[in-house]
């Protein structure tokens, strides 16, 4: 198969896929910054910047991993190393995001310890 | 042969996808209630943890499910060893015929399957602790504010 269409679907997949979990984001993620900020214009900000690293972070690593691709001469070939390629990137946004969360609900709870020690 | 694994790739990937999304459907319908308790009835933090959660169950699974595609060919591959005017020729033949397919196809959809159920258990066990930990919150801020009036 023709390694440059092999190519241009990769990059056109994982960009695709980029920005659509990259939306979803950002819009459902801003009421988790929020309640952490209690700010309207700082969280948007916040978010901003988020969406803009996420960004910058997930389709720099697509463009190096383009170099690693093994052999694509046949279809069989080319559909295994698409489906591994794009798998990774995929798992590695999940845990990624999956991080995420759990250091915005760290961040909320020692916020709201501090909150209630200042209080008593 | 190779167009019979081209065809184990293209029923493997809807049900995978379908697998995932039904599953993620069922489960995330279920889970607001739980994050409504969790966030104590704030609708908005509430939804969107709901959609967050549900965006990392389909990264998740169908990023495990992209990686686990490919098929190990070298378990159907036999080896010959034959001797012609006393040379030994070894040839190599890739048998994949349709009962291949489907041990193949039901193994791979199987372990898409277990991981996914693994997924959802450890899902029900974080929602279950997150309940628990929000209404002692609670106890413990009605405790203060008790407190505080005496």
Do not use: C, W
């Amino acid at each position: 198969m023709n390694t440059i269409l092999v190519y241009t679907i990769y990059l056109l997949l994982a960009a695709l896929i980029t920005v659509l979990v990259g939306k979803d984001l950002h819009r459902n993620g801003y009421y988790l910054i929020l309640d952490l900020f209690d700010n309207e214009e700082f969280s948007k900000t916040v978010n901003n910047l988020l969406l803009t690293g996420y960004y910058l972070v997930n389709i720099g690593y697509i463009a190096i991993t383009v170099s690693q691709f093994g052999a694509v001469e046949t279809v069989v070939l080319a559909i295994e190393e698409l489906s591994r390629k794009v798998g990774t990137i995929v798992l590695i946004l999940g845990i990624l995001h999956f991080n995420n969360i759990i250091v915005l609900h760290v961040l909320s709870k020692r916020k709201q310890s501090i909150i209630n020690f200042i209080n008593t | 042969m190779t167009e019979l694994i081209v065809k184990t790739y293209i029923a493997y990937l809807p049900i995978a996808i379908l697998l995932t999304f039904i599953v993620a459907r069922i489960f995330f319908k279920n889970s607001k209630i739980f994050m409504l308790d969790i966030f104590s009835g704030r609708q908005e933090i509430a939804n969107s943890t709901n959609r967050l959660f549900e965006t990392g169950f389909y990264l998740l699974s169908l990023g495990f499910a992209l990686f686990r595609m490919k098929i190990n060919k070298s378990q159907f591959i036999t080896y010959k060893n034959e001797f012609v005017e006393g040379v030994r020729v070894s040839t190599e033949e890739l048998s994949y015929g349709m009962q291949e397919l489907f041990e193949t196809l039901s193994s791979k959809i199987g372990m898409l399957a277990v991981v996914l159920g693994l997924m959802v258990f450890f899902l029900m066990f974080m929602l279950f602790r997150g309940k628990k930990k929000s209404a002692e919150g609670r106890a413990r801020k009605e405790e203060l504010q008790r407190m505080q009036e005496i």
